[in-house]
């Protein structure tokens, strides 16, 4: 009798766990870790022909630019050196495509340079950050914008 | 019923083997307060592909070459110039599209519509073929605004029904534009 009563009710815990399961296969699935290169704080502009594209043909990875409204360009949120940044990137793919025995056509990196530029940034920066990619060798650009005004 | 009970009994003498599942749980709910807290959901972008060759001039110009006889002309006739010009704030403040001042002052929805108006009156005429628009943009323009001007050419339908993809733009000095 007495060892009836000191029985301690145990809560089953198995459904407790199924679902603790369920919810870290829901972030896992969902977890983008590309996300950290993107800089949230810059107000693209908007644009309503603006389509998402697909880049996953390529196994090269883009270069992505976020270019402030003073011009600074940040990469994985830290302001680099636009000029020996890129020119770094461009040489480190070269070595890349040379490693894997990819010609160069006429001296263009198949690469796209995805610019995600604030809307307030004056052209004539955002102008000169292309065109130090054009002198590297880049040639195929992909201008980021917002298919719609975004709620913040 | 007899039976049964005999049955029951054997089950509860064999005893189950039950695991802690706390220890488990523990270690699951750190992986989800990690997921929890590192989640941070992208918004979903657009983008405008385009493909920029430095710029290079079209035509060498021979010394005796007429007037007419480049392929550069044949290019010339294809594409549609339009000319932005920019105040201190970096708004439009005049734009042109060829010799003709279409808009004056800001780029506000009523002149979006004005500029579409316009470019689709210019792209229904059949004698000519424009495929290319070229933009000389001011350097001080905004960029915000520049895009909302890519947008509207973006949307022209050419003659084959496709939109509009050829879309190329030059910098402008300041100096020169505010003439």
Request: charged share 25%; net charge neutral.
């Amino acid at each position: 009798m007495s060892e009836h009563n000191s029985d301690r009710a145990e809560p089953n815990l198995t459904p407790l766990l199924d679902l603790v399961f369920q919810l870290i296969t829901f972030f896992m699935l969902v977890i983008n870790f590309k996300g950290a290169s993107l800089d949230l704080s810059l107000k693209l502009p908007v644009l309503g022909s603006a389509r998402p594209l697909d880049q996953r043909q390529s196994k090269l990875e883009p270069l992505l630019l976020n270019i402030d409204s003073e011009g600074g360009v940040h990469v994985y949120g830290r302001k680099v050196e636009f000029e020996q940044h890129i020119s770094n990137e461009a040489r480190i793919l070269k070595d890349q495509l040379r490693l894997n025995q990819t010609p160069i056509e006429n001296g263009e990196l198949p690469v796209p340079v995805i610019v995600r530029a604030d809307r307030g940034a004056p052209f004539h920066l955002v102008n000169h950050v292309l065109k130090v990619c054009q002198e590297n060798g880049y040639r195929q650009f992909s201008l980021n914008a917002m298919s719609r005004e975004e709620k913040r | 019923m007899l039976h049964s009970q005999r049955r029951r009994k054997r089950k509860r003498d064999q005893g189950s083997v039950e695991m802690n599942l706390a220890a488990m749980l523990d270690m699951a709910f750190q992986l989800l307060s990690f997921f929890i807290l590192t989640f941070r959901p992208t918004p979903i972008e657009g983008q405008l592909a385009l493909n920029l060759p430095p710029p290079v001039p079209l035509t060498q110009v021979e010394p005796n070459q007429k007037s007419g006889d480049g392929i550069g002309d044949v290019l010339a006739l294809e594409t549609l110039h339009l000319h932005v010009t920019a105040n201190d704030q970096g708004d439009v403040r005049e734009l042109k599209v060829e010799a003709n001042s279409i808009i004056q002052g800001g780029f506000d929805e009523g002149n979006v519509q004005r500029l579409d108006k316009k470019l689709q009156s210019l792209f229904a005429i059949q004698q000519i073929p424009y495929d290319r628009i070229q933009i000389a943009v001011d350097g001080r323009l905004r960029y915000g605004e520049l895009m909302k001007i890519i947008d509207v050419c973006h949307r022209q339908r050419l003659p084959d029904g496709s939109n509009m993809q050829k879309i190329s733009f030059t910098e402008v000095d300041s100096g020169t534009s505010a003439k």
